[in-house]
């Protein structure tokens, strides 16, 4: 969507006209100095946006690895072959070294056998063994009813000691991105994010993105000229320094606002550049 101003002052041009005087009053009405514009002349102020496309060159891939055992050393041993796997992983699809972070180990959770007489009150640990013992011996009706009382003393839980880090990795061959995420998942990374992107070289985008914001505002001034019975005679400014105008611009289309200001890096690898312009255009009668 574009947005478009006319300014049009008939008065002051035919009376500075008949002076003598330059006919800069429709340009004093800019923030910017323009060309003068001569009697017959009006003043077509175009705002119009345009989007070029660039590849991304890095795809960034984030998750968490966590690593279990029984006691910490069997948590590292899992965290080791882990790694191992991942590093491997990351190798295959061409991933450099450095564009493998792997963030220091943390232990997250542990679980221990508890002891229920230390843990609760006596009456309720007294009770909690009870419960347990009638458990047992409904389960196992072959077993002694003073050993299941017995081991009822305490709770038995599964001990567990989770390391859990941070992963990172970057790649640079976006033809692998599905690969390399798979690859990660069976590592045991936990991928908690879709791939980030970051656009490379964006020259060519920008080009085309202010040829095509060009194009829209020519065409809209020929628009409003016919309309007006008029003909478009020269440019008289270009800018890219947008103000109200380019709000203006957003506003009525909330698709391309919220495609503009999405955070880059990008979600996807096709990357949107987006150039508006201001142009000003002198039109004349027919």
Same mark, same amino acid.
Do not use: C, W
């Given at each position: 969507m574009r947005k478009t101003k006319l300014g049009m002052i008939f008065g002051l041009a035919a009376l500075s006209a008949a002076a003598g005087?330059?006919?800069?009053?429709?340009?004093?009405?800019?923030?910017?100095?323009?060309?003068?514009?001569?009697?017959?002349?009006?003043?077509?102020?175009?705002?119009?946006?345009?989007?070029?496309?660039?590849?991304?060159?890095? !795809?960034?891939?984030?998750g968490t690895l966590a690593s279990r055992g029984a006691t910490e050393v069997e948590a590292r041993r899992e965290r080791d072959a882990q790694i191992r796997r991942l590093t491997a992983a990351a190798r295959r699809a061409g991933v450099a070294a450095a564009d493998l972070m792997i963030g220091e180990a943390e232990s997250i959770a542990e679980a221990s056998t508890m002891d229920m007489s230390m843990e609760m009150p006596a009456a309720d640990a007294a009770e909690a063994a009870m419960n347990a013992a009638e458990d047992a011996v409904a389960e196992t009706a072959d077993a002694a009813v003073e050993d299941a009382s017995c081991n009822a003393c305490s709770v038995?839980?599964?001990?567990?000691?989770?390391?859990?880090?941070?992963?990172?990795?970057?790649?640079?061959?976006?033809?692998?991105?599905?690969?390399?995420?798979?690859?990660?998942?069976?590592?045991?990374?936990?991928?908690?994010?879709?791939?980030?992107?970051?656009?490379?070289?964006?020259?060519?985008?920008?080009?085309?993105?202010?040829?095509? !914001?060009? !194009?829209?505002?020519?065409?809209?001034?020929?628009?409003?000229?016919?309309?007006?019975?008029?003909?478009?005679?020269r440019v008289v400014r270009v800018t890219e320094r947008m103000g109200l105008e380019l709000i203006s611009l957003l506003v009525?289309?909330?698709?391309?606002?919220?495609?503009?200001?999405?955070?880059?890096?990008?979600?996807?690898?096709?990357?949107?550049?987006?150039?508006?312009?201001?142009?000003?255009?002198?039109? !004349?009668?027919q």
């Open positions: 005087v330059p006919t800069a009053a429709a340009a004093d009405a800019s923030p910017v100095s323009t060309q003068p514009l001569a009697a017959n002349e009006v003043l077509l102020e175009v705002s119009a946006l345009g989007t070029g496309i660039s590849r991304a060159d890095l !795809a960034t891939i984030s038995p839980a599964e001990p567990e000691v989770v390391l859990s880090s941070g992963v990172e990795v970057r790649l640079r061959n976006l033809d692998k991105v599905a690969e390399l995420t798979q690859a990660l998942q069976e590592a045991g990374v936990e991928i908690y994010a879709e791939p980030v992107y970051a656009p490379g070289d964006q020259s060519a985008a920008r080009r085309t993105a202010r040829a095509e !914001a060009l !194009a829209a505002a020519r065409a809209d001034a020929d628009a409003y000229a016919a309309s007006l019975g008029m003909r478009v005679v009525n289309n909330s698709s391309l606002l919220t495609s503009m200001l999405q955070p880059h890096p990008a979600q996807g690898p096709d990357i949107p550049t987006f150039v508006t312009v201001g142009v000003d255009f002198a039109l !004349a009668p």
